[in-house]
């Protein structure tokens, strides 16, 4: 088993930045994709980006192209969401999570989550 535990969420004004870190337990980290998801109230779930288990194909959608950079530290275990001219409809709980399946767009391609970390951007 996985267990995955986020930090580094907070409360920022747009324009800001802030740095996600995600940080496994396990072997099994270093040999499987990543992916970032985030969900604001009322919403569904939503991709955010994924990395390679290498970390040398980084896969972001478009919303956060340009915004946000995904990487990873295998020695290190953790999986990073760098957020750059945050705005506020950013504004939501972001999850990290680990993929078996090769897929990495939706939810259910995703095998274990952490528990979410709170961004707020205020506007």
């Known amino acids: 088993q996985v267990q995955l535990v986020e930090s580094g969420g907070g409360l920022v004004q747009a324009g800001g930045s802030l740095r996600l870190s995600c940080r496994a337990s396990g072997r099994t980290f270093r040999s499987y994709a990543m992916g970032w998801f985030r969900q604001a109230p009322g919403k569904e779930r939503e991709f955010v980006a994924a990395?390679?288990?290498?970390?040398?194909?980084?896969y972001p959608a478009d919303s956060v192209k340009g915004r946000f950079t995904i990487s990873r530290d295998n020695a290190k275990n953790t999986v990073y969401l760098q957020m750059n001219s945050l705005k506020p409809e950013d504004t939501a709980v972001y999850y990290c999570a680990i993929t078996y399946s090769g897929s990495y767009s939706y939810p259910y391609d995703y095998r274990y989550w952490g528990q979410g970390t709170q961004v707020t951007v205020s506007s």
């Open positions: 990395i390679s288990w290498s970390g040398a194909s980084t």
